[in-house]
């Protein structure tokens, strides 16, 4: 009884493992939006994968409503290809590893045809291949690794790649520009190890050097690890011999630790703190500090960040203030146009999968066509069969053949209030 019962148990087992493994099988079979087949369900399905969480969550919350905004705006037009979109959200934890899990889910088990996302390039880095390898189109608003652009060069994406703002090729040499137009001569840098931080520090190097700039730290850079607690050697070592400036490419969380380790040992005095898009949160002021007599420790820290000066940007402006009160938060516009391409695409293929949107995302961001800035008023068209050429909050968003886009950049700098102000605009050389 004992032997029968035995083996009933490992049938059983081996039953069980036979259905997990099916259920955890990563190869979408042929009829499912993830490998670009037709759909089995009705409608087109989506997801994003953005930071609510982890040491970008700051700046991912000011983003993320876009994405579930934009899927409302196009469901109460009547949906695409004649039924409504579905939005799956999930939380990328700013983690390399959360981001692919997050997209394996996204991919294998939702089923999505397009994800919006994500924000951070290391977690982008780590999504994409999961993307590709499954047909599903992936648009970020916010990765700005240069790495991004060469790998699509070789053809490692496979088209199932874009993003709604430039690459830190363009934004390098933007702040290089601005620093060099401050008069600033001898600059070091301090970044983020990771995809984001290096491929910046690379881009605004050649660049500071071009425009007869040093960069005092070169041959020694200073990176910190992204899952650092702890600045005080890093500190030290970007402000040693004391620069005209100070390059800081970073994320909000640490960077706010970073800095308030260089005031906490008098490095900040004199000296020009420079950072850029990923610090770019009205919360850094307040997480690096103020100083004893109350004065923010931020205060005349000035960088750069991807600006929004499009068609649409009005519009969208006015539904978020009816929605939640104020101005879209930051990179909410190309979450927005992010949204809004993969839908468009979706129907200018007239179907509901990540082949049809990667093969369409030039077509409606492109010209020729009828320039439309209201998605509905995109999808009407293109139910017709016309051409457009989608302008977006963000900008053009005209997406090459490497899923770039070009724009141009907001000078921001922080007040005694420790508020942050927009100041200027630059554009790359």
Do not use: H
Request: hydrophobic share 40%; net charge neutral.
């Amino acid at each position: 009884m004992q032997k029968m019962n035995a083996a009933f148990a490992l049938a059983l087992a081996t039953l069980a493992v036979g259905f997990l493994a099916a259920a955890c099988d990563n190869t979408a079979p042929s009829n499912t939006p993830g490998n670009g087949g037709s759909a089995t369900t009705k409608g087109l399905k989506i997801g994003s994968l953005l930071p609510a969480t982890g040491d970008l969550a700051s700046i991912g919350q000011q983003m993320i409503p876009a994405v579930p905004f934009l899927v409302e705006t196009v469901n109460a037009c009547g949906g695409v290809n004649g039924e409504p979109v579905t939005l799956v959200p999930v939380d990328d934890q700013t983690d390399p590893k959360g981001g692919a899990a997050g997209m394996t889910k996204l991919a294998t088990v939702d089923r999505v045809a397009g994800v919006v996302g994500s924000f951070a390039s290391s977690v982008s880095t780590a999504a994409v291949s999961i993307a590709a390898q499954n047909k599903v189109m992936l648009i970020s608003p916010g990765s700005t690794s240069p790495v991004f652009t060469e790998q699509a060069k070789q053809g490692k994406f496979k088209g199932f790649w874009a993003r709604t703002v430039p690459p830190d090729s363009y934004q390098g040499p933007a702040l290089a520009t601005l620093a060099n137009k401050r008069g600033y001569k001898r600059v070091s840098t301090v970044v983020i190890n990771n995809d984001y931080g290096v491929g910046f520090e690379k881009a605004f190097v050649q660049a500071f050097k071009k425009l007869g700039g040093t960069v005092a730290n070169e041959n020694n850079p200073v990176r910190y690890d992204p899952k650092a607690t702890t600045f005080e050697s890093e500190a030290s070592a970007a402000f040693a011999g004391k620069p005209d400036a100070v390059l800081g490419v970073f994320y909000v969380e640490t960077g706010s630790l970073l800095l308030k380790a260089a005031y906490q040992q008098g490095l900040l005095q004199g000296v020009q703190v420079m950072l850029t898009d990923g610090m770019k949160s009205d919360e850094f002021p307040g997480q690096v500090g103020k100083t004893n007599d109350g004065k923010y420790i931020g205060s005349g820290i000035i960088g750069t960040v991807p600006g929004s000066n499009g068609k649409a940007l009005a519009a969208l402006t006015k539904l978020w203030q009816s929605k939640k009160g104020g101005s879209p938060g930051e990179f909410a516009p190309q979450a927005w146009d992010a949204t809004a391409l993969l839908v468009l695409a979706a129907q200018a293929a007239k179907e509901n999968t990540g082949v049809g949107i990667a093969n369409k995302i030039r077509e409606v961001s492109n010209a020729p066509g009828t320039e439309v800035t209201d998605v509905c008023e995109g999808l009407k068209l293109l139910q017709q069969g016309k051409d457009i050429n989608y302008q977006g909050a963000s900008g053009n968003v005209d997406v090459d053949e490497n899923g770039d886009v070009v724009g141009i950049y907001d000078v921001w700098t922080v007040g005694d209030d420790g508020k942050i102000k927009t100041i200027d605009k630059v554009s790359p050389k």
